[in-house]
């Protein structure tokens, strides 16, 4: 039954591909002259009409699939080339926008440098001193380009600290808000003298009597006293006043006119005489 059933499939099929061979062959034949079709003409035209436009949308079909699939590919190759040229851009953007910002700051250590008594030297600021027990930074320059212990370092802000140690091309500055440091000060409103000390963040102002009028707000500058720092230079402004009724003096707060958390670079005004020591 089953060999029936399987010689039944093939004659079925033999005789369909016969029968479209032999319209395919009639077509043909009729093409060659100029004559109408007549009815099996027809037919056979039908047939091979419907089975090309079968083959044609097939072929569309998956042609079009074809496309989009190149399509999809050149625009994710155009995406990644446009996300790297915006990433370099962005880099360009970036270094553009330092180099503008340090020539900035330079500019402003440039003209604060024609204040300050000369010989003076700019430095850049390298490292931090990572203990808590002492507040210093670390700058490019050293003793090969005339830094001494005990030369004052300030930057646009105000005071920034003194230099305790050098190298050949590097020296460590303890700054002004370490509780080691000390300098001669003056409230700039009425002129009354005290001594600065760091807190580790901030300053007090030492040995200003309580008859001495000190308000918060007031500024606070270098007395010039002492030869080391030049007078007139920030160091900050009052933050907070306390009178007790013990002791001849006032508690005065002062906050740092400099930041300390944002320096980059300062200046050293090359003196030899220290009051950190």
Known sequence: M?????RAKQLKVFFLFGLLLTLILILIVSTVGRQEFNAPHKLAFEVIG????NITTISNYFTGIWANYTSLINVREENKRL????????ATNNEYREAVA????????LQMKESLPSPTLTAQIIGKDPSEWFKTIIIDRGSSDGVQKGMPAVTVEG???QVVNTSPHYAKILLATDPNSAIEALIQKTRVQGIIKGTGTAYDVNYVLKNCDVQEGDHIVTSGLGGIFPKGLPIGVVSNVTK???????????????????LEYLIIIMKKDSLAK
């Open 159 to 161: 005071v920034v600290g």
């Open 2 to 6: 089953r060999k029936r059933s399987n």
């Open 244 to 262: 007790t009724r013990r002791g001849m003096f006032q508690k005065i707060a002062v906050a740092p006119s400099t930041d300390f958390s944002q």
């Open 102 to 109: 340090t020539n900035v700051r330079l500019a402003k250590l």
């Open 50 to 53: 419907t089975a090309q436009k």
């Open 83 to 90: 996300r790297d040229e915006l990433q370099k851009f962005k």
